[in-house]
Nanobody, 123 residues
Framework: QVQLIESGGGLVQAGGSLRLSCAASGRTFTSYYMGWVRQAPGKERDFVATINWSGGTIYYADSVKGRFTISRDNAENTIYLQMNSLKPEDTAVYYC????????????????WGQGTQVTVSS
């Protein structure tokens, strides 16, 4: 059974930092693009960041560039999202997701999803 389990969410003041983790199990994800998608209250899910298996290809949404850093540890089957300089508009449920290729990432066609972790940034 494939599982993506997020952790690290919470409540933080604006300007603070959080680090999200996503532990994958049930299969090997080394060939997958792994990443993060978020959904704010009343809004659709939005792409945040993605990383390929080697870490050599990384993309960020414009809204998080320079503040968020995605990384992965294939040995541990885990990805991370370091979030700095958090803003109230970053408040959302953050989902870990895996896609077979970059085209599927761009079309939000992920094969696997986690349950999500809440990030709340107070002003």
């Amino acid at each position: 059974q494939v599982q993506l389990i997020e952790s690290g969410g919470g409540l933080v003041q604006a300007g603070g930092s959080l680090r999200l983790s996503c532990a994958a199990s049930g299969r090997t994800f080394t060939s997958y693009y792994m990443g993060w998608v978020r959904q704010a209250p009343g809004k659709e899910r939005d792409f945040v960041a993605t990383i390929n298996w080697s870490g050599g290809t990384i993309y960020y949404a414009d809204s998080v560039k320079g503040r968020f850093t995605i990384s992965r540890d294939n040995a541990e089957n885990t990805i991370y999202l370091q979030m700095n300089s958090l803003k109230p508009e970053d408040t959302a449920v953050y989902y870990c997701a895996a896609a077979a290729n970059l085209i599927r990432v761009r079309n939000s066609m992920y094969e696997y999803w986690g349950q999500g972790t809440q990030v709340t940034v107070s002003s």
